[in-house]
Nanobody
Framework: QVQLVESGGGLVQPGGSLRLSCAAS????????IGWSRQAPGKQRELVAV???????SYADSVKGRFSISRDNTKKTVYLQMNSLKPEDTAVYYC????????????????WGQGTQVTVSS
């Protein structure tokens, strides 16, 4: 089993950048694919990026070209670099983990962190 803790959220102006971190503990980190999802008030949770244990990324169309997911297996941490942020990116961002080689299409909703708030506003 794996435990996840997100950090790095905050308030940013439109067009700005933020980097979120997802720190893991409790298991062999390299066997897990890690995903980043977001949930805005009144909306369903949306999976936006996934990275495999070997570092292969995949993205939702809504963030492709603006967000970048990466990982450092020695630090057991996955990052979500968010650039050119828009007000519609405002949400609570969550990371989650699943064993095996997963993508934006196949990532299951298992092992969630507690979330970090991102607010994009002027």
């Amino acid at each position: 089993q794996v435990q996840l803790v997100e950090s790095g959220g905050g308030l940013v102006q439109p067009g700005g950048s933020l980097r979120l971190s997802c720190a893991a503990s409790g298991s062999i980190f390299g066997i897990y694919s890690i995903g980043w999802s977001r949930q805005a008030p009144g909306k369903q949770r949306e999976l936006v990026a996934v990275i495999t244990g070997g570092g292969s990324p995949s993205y939702a169309d809504s963030v492709k070209g603006r967000f970048s997911i990466s990982r450092d297996n020695t630090k057991k941490t996955v990052y979500l670099q968010m650039n050119s942020l828009k007000p519609e990116d405002t949400a609570v961002y969550y990371c989650n983990a699943a064993q095996g080689h997963r993508s934006i299409v196949t990532m299951p909703p298992t092992y969630w962190g507690q979330g970090t708030q991102v607010t994009v506003s002027s």
